[in-house]
């Protein structure tokens, strides 16, 4: 890969992560901030979940086998553009929600084919892909100090912002190197496209453990996406959104230490800390406040770099490893689609009413029980997990040589 090629794919990777770091975090506070209820805003956050489960669609009937994976990419971001907009000018809740699902349509299948433009470029995407991917979480970081420090959270302004960054991003993509469809002629099955060979897999007891544990915990893990930054202003922190990239920003301090982790934990510890880690963010912002243990809140957010890389990074290379070659990608998808897909989907619907049932008469919420619940979800999860997934012996050291790429 060339120095161009690698500026390119960088620029990239930070455009398209902005993008969804603008509007996604803060988005709660602005619907509470024009009216809406925690239901709402559950259904508003559902939408990436529903684009989840369809977009595997698009990608394997359509940007693989007809067009060109970056001009496809373009002309996402572009119409992603116009309903990010659109957004941001509809303050009725129905409204809102199939505004955002149209645009959650657009933009979850570029999650993938930024992927894929990246890796065809790549002669060793072992060791170039990290060092691509790490401007995602850079742009992520970006965003939310741009919205924070313009005092936005509030506002729909943060939509219109990622609107305008979208048809920058569109018009950038169509200049991105060539990336042809790689699938033109074959013949795909919805089975292909969901990943539903990876069933098989579910015959291992171990691995079955593993998937039904990814889809319960990731119900609890959409309290934090959907209400954190809610919750954060509401009890009065400055520049919450800012200040909430501190958990990206520990994401790649984890992501470096975790060969380290590898060779001393293995795989089923290092799952387990990082369901631990769930239960004890939630812990930390019930029993924080933004005074004298204002520390706590500062905790919660520094332990996303544990809730993500111990348990979602170390959960796609167990994947990896435990799937066989001719069906390795079609577990990864099977894996994402109960995640990002079903687990968010439901966990945004519950979230969105246990919030609702906390309201308070005058305004605000008690944020407090809030998150308990999710923090017993979590410790439920644990256990069963604890009890039930069996690690196989030597997974740990074949985990560190993935890792280590």
Same mark, same amino acid.
């Given at each position: 890969?060339?120095?161009?090629?690698?500026?390119?794919?960088?620029?990239?990777?930070?455009?398209?992560?902005?993008?969804?770091?603008?509007?996604?975090?803060?988005?709660?506070?602005?619907?509470?901030?024009?009216?809406?209820?925690?239901?709402?805003?559950?259904?508003?956050?559902?939408?990436?979940?529903?684009?989840?489960?369809?977009?595997?669609?698009?990608?394997?009937?359509?940007?693989?086998?007809?067009?060109?994976?970056?001009?496809?990419?373009?002309?996402?971001?572009?119409?992603?553009?116009?309903?990010?907009?659109?957004?941001?000018?509809?303050?009725?809740?129905?409204?809102?929600?199939?505004?955002?699902?149209?645009?959650?349509?657009?933009?979850?299948?570029?999650?993938?084919?930024?992927?894929?433009?990246?890796?065809?470029?790549?002669?060793?995407?072992?060791?170039?892909?990290?060092?691509?991917?790490?401007?995602?979480?850079?742009?992520?970081?970006?965003?939310?100090?741009?919205?924070?420090?313009?005092? $936005?959270?509030?506002?729909?302004?943060?939509?219109?912002?990622?609107?305008?960054?979208?048809?920058?991003?569109?018009?950038?993509?169509?200049?991105?190197?060539?990336?042809?469809?790689?699938?033109?002629?074959?013949?795909?099955?919805?089975?292909?496209?969901?990943?539903?060979?990876?069933?098989?897999?579910?015959?291992?007891?171990?691995?079955?453990?593993?998937?039904?544990?990814?889809?319960?915990?990731? $119900?609890?893990?959409?309290?934090?996406?959907?209400?954190?930054?809610?919750?954060?202003?509401e009890v009065g922190m400055e520049n919450a959104a800012?200040?909430?990239?501190?958990?990206?920003?520990?994401?790649?301090?984890?992501?470096?230490?975790?060969?380290?982790?590898?060779?001393?934990?293995?795989?089923?510890?290092?799952?387990?800390?990082?369901?631990?880690?769930?239960?004890?963010?939630?812990?930390?912002?019930?029993?924080?406040?933004?005074?004298?243990?204002?520390?706590?809140?500062?905790?919660?957010?520094?332990?996303?770099?544990?809730?993500?890389?111990?348990?979602?990074?170390?959960?796609?290379?167990?994947?990896?490893?435990?799937?066989?070659?001719? $069906?390795?990608?079609?577990?990864?998808?099977?894996?994402?689609?109960?995640?990002?897909?079903?687990?968010?989907?439901?966990?945004?619907?519950?979230?969105?009413?246990?919030?609702?049932?906390?309201?308070?008469?005058?305004?605000?919420?008690?944020?407090?029980?809030?998150?308990?619940?999710?923090?017993?979800?979590?410790?439920?999860?644990?256990?069963?997990?604890?009890?039930?997934?069996?690690?196989?012996?030597?997974?740990?050291?074949?985990?560190?040589?993935?890792?280590?790429?």
């Amino acid at each position: 890969m060339t120095l161009r090629i690698r500026i390119q794919l960088s620029a990239m990777m930070f455009l398209q992560f902005f993008i969804w770091g603008t509007w996604f975090v803060t988005m709660g506070t602005y619907l509470f901030a024009i009216g809406f209820e925690g239901p709402d805003i559950g259904d508003a956050y559902s939408t990436t979940g529903w684009a989840a489960i369809l977009s595997p669609f698009f990608i394997g009937m359509v940007a693989d086998r007809l067009f060109a994976a970056e001009k496809v990419l373009g002309f996402l971001h572009l119409a992603g553009a116009a309903c990010l907009w659109w957004a941001a000018q509809v303050v009725a809740p129905g409204a809102f929600f199939w505004v955002l699902l149209l645009y959650a349509l657009c933009y979850m299948p570029t999650l993938a084919l930024v992927n894929a433009v990246a890796f065809r470029q790549m002669e060793d995407p072992g060791a170039e892909f990290p060092n691509v991917r790490v401007l995602g979480t850079i742009g992520w970081i970006a965003a939310g100090w741009v919205v924070g420090l313009m005092g $936005i959270e509030a506002t729909a302004r943060p939509l219109e912002i990622a609107a305008g960054v979208s048809l920058l991003t569109g018009v950038y993509c169509f200049f991105l190197p060539h990336t042809p469809p790689q699938s033109v002629g074959q013949k795909i099955t919805v089975s292909d496209v969901l990943g539903l060979e990876a069933l098989r897999l579910m015959k291992d007891r171990s691995f079955a453990v593993f998937a039904i544990g990814s889809l319960l915990v990731t $119900i609890p893990l959409a309290f934090y996406y959907n209400f954190a930054n809610a919750f954060l202003n509401e009890v009065g922190m400055e520049n919450a959104a800012g200040k909430m990239t501190f958990g990206q920003m520990s994401e790649i301090v984890f992501m470096v230490l975790m060969p380290f982790f590898f060779a001393r934990l293995g795989v089923k510890k290092m799952l387990l800390i990082g369901m631990l880690a769930w239960v004890a963010r939630y812990v930390l912002f019930a029993l924080g406040d933004n005074d004298a243990l204002v520390w706590m809140f500062y905790g919660g957010i520094l332990l996303h770099g544990v809730c993500y890389d111990f348990f979602f990074v170390t959960g796609q290379i167990y994947v990896d490893k435990k799937a066989g070659e001719d $069906i390795r990608a079609s577990a990864q998808g099977f894996i994402a689609l109960v995640t990002y897909g079903v687990g968010i989907l439901v966990g945004a619907q519950i979230s969105g009413q246990v919030v609702q049932h906390y309201a308070l008469t005058g305004g605000g919420h008690d944020w407090g029980p809030i998150w308990y619940v999710p923090a017993v979800m979590a410790g439920v999860v644990v256990l069963l997990f604890a009890l039930l997934f069996k690690e196989e012996r030597g997974s740990g050291e074949d985990a560190v040589a993935q890792t280590a790429g």
